[in-house]
């Protein structure tokens, strides 16, 4: 009945010709109200579950849209295991289209799903502009005071963070999605930062035929590698005496760099954009103290941590995809270090992490509960040799390593990947080492697939440039019309800089001001090789 009731009342425009596709229907107010008593059968997902059912559905209109909000949660296998939980939004005018929206850290929120990833200020908020979007808690609820990644001591918890949920929700929310309008999305993109963007490429590679385009800003990628980089990071930090570098002296860095490279561009207005040039310009030995420890100096041993952090890291083990080194971090070249190395030098106790730097937080919490299983480890102490087949086997389940996207393109599939050049959450280098490998996969042929920005003083959504930019509108023209990317403009949306633009530029090239104009106008800056 319900079905039935659904398609009455999809509105749908009478067909021009033969070849002319109907016009998209529309939802009513009914309509949404009956999709709260919908469940799913296990046998519409494609991977094993015990079904699904939506839990509510209501009608919401305000300023990013007036849509049908529904919620719902995906059943485990293991009866121990926590649900999928979901939301996928219905535009009352629907585009035929539809977003899959990632997370974030160790997920455990569903995201509201109202607004793009980093959206351009001027563009309609995704649902005004008729787009369904959907996402997941990935398969776990973080609870208050619990570590993020606790979930990973159940095994179908950790299968789904892995990508299993992704899957899951995937199909559960175009199952929802027929039932609403009584046709599938035309087209379905997936657009995520961070571990969003890690799960953007893990789509591409494993569900290729899910998926139209995709969108990931500063991807995770390669989980495993960066937070084992994090625990051997931590471990240079914490270990050795002397190592650890206080707030005060951070920031003196800080400012040291950004007076020796932020000219560099043709312009000082706090944003670093020829960061090649920076790593020649700007010495941390200039900072070391001449004798002994002061206020505006550097100890040799604080000297020596910013090169380990500057430089690339051995990882003692080789994970999926060849990845046995990891990329360096961008703390000489601008990088937002409020949180790079932490509060206090006291060794950082496993479960108490409040004052610790963020990287080996993240890595901590890996090595605990994904890797060992063992909430009381610690990972100051952890070994690499001693562990390197669970490394490489934790590796293989949940990294996006892989630079083979055959499939995905084969498909017409389109990638737009991005990453700021002061993220200190993620390092840049790490995304731009994947992109290298996916030249060497695709040669000449990768431009008709892939393009890949850096944008200078953005970085894990912080930084002196905080970017907007309508990604989903030029993936959507590069797919559904054959639009290649043109030249694109991105507006900063920091509260004392709002409204300035820069062109985001295809790496290597970075934005040189041209000599004249108006130094917060795109038009006077030209993409230029360093």
Known sequence: MLIRAAFALVVVGSIASSSARPQAPSLSDAACSGLATVTLAASVIGLPTSGASVSSAEIVDDQTGRFCKVLGAIRPVDPAAPPINFRVNLPVSWNEKAVHLGGGG????????????????????????????????????????????????????????????????????????????????????????????????????????????????????????LHLDGVLLGQALYNPPGAWVPPDKVARVTAAVLAACDPLDGVADG?????????????????????????????????????????????????????????????????????????????????????????YVMGDQTTRYLLLRDPSADSLQFDVAQHAAALQALSRRLDASDPDLSAFRQRGGKLLLMHGTVDMAVTPHNTTAYYDRLKVRFGDQLETFVRYYVAPGFGHGDGNFVVGWDSLGTLDAWVDRGTPPGPQVVTDTNRATAGRTRPLCEYPLYPKYNGSGDVSAAESFTCTRP
């Not at 944003?271 to 420890?293: H, W």
């Open 106 to 225: 160790f997920d455990g929120t569903v995201p509201a799903g109202v607004r793009a990833v980093f959206p351009d200020p001027a563009a309609p908020p995704i649902l005004r502009q008729g787009y369904v979007t959907f996402a997941s808690d990935s398969g776990h609820a973080t609870a208050p005071g619990q570590d993020a990644a606790a979930f990973a001591l159940n095994d179908e918890a950790l299968a789904n963070f892995a990508g299993d949920q992704l899957k899951k929700t995937h199909d559960a929310a175009l199952e929802i999605v027929r039932k609403a309008y009584g046709r599938p999305p035309r087209r379905v993109y997936f657009m995520g930062a961070s571990q969003g963007g890690h799960e953007a490429l893990t789509v591409l590679q494993r569900y290729p035929k899910d998926y139209d385009g995709a969108v990931a800003v500063h991807p995770v990628y390669d989980l495993t590698a």
């Open 271 to 359: 944003v670093i954009g020829n960061v090649p040039a920076c790593r020649k310009a700007f010495d941390i030995a200039s900072l070391q103290c001449a004798a002994a420890d002061g206020a505006d100096c550097l100890t040799a041993a604080q000297v020596a941590t910013f090169k380990t952090f500057a430089s690339p890291v051995k990882l003692g083990v080789t994970l999926a995809g060849g990845v046995d080194t990891f990329a360096p971090w961008p703390v000489l070249e601008g990088g937002s270090m409020a949180r790079s190395f932490g509060q206090a030098p006291d060794r950082p106790a496993p479960g108490r992490m409040t004052t610790a730097a963020f990287m």
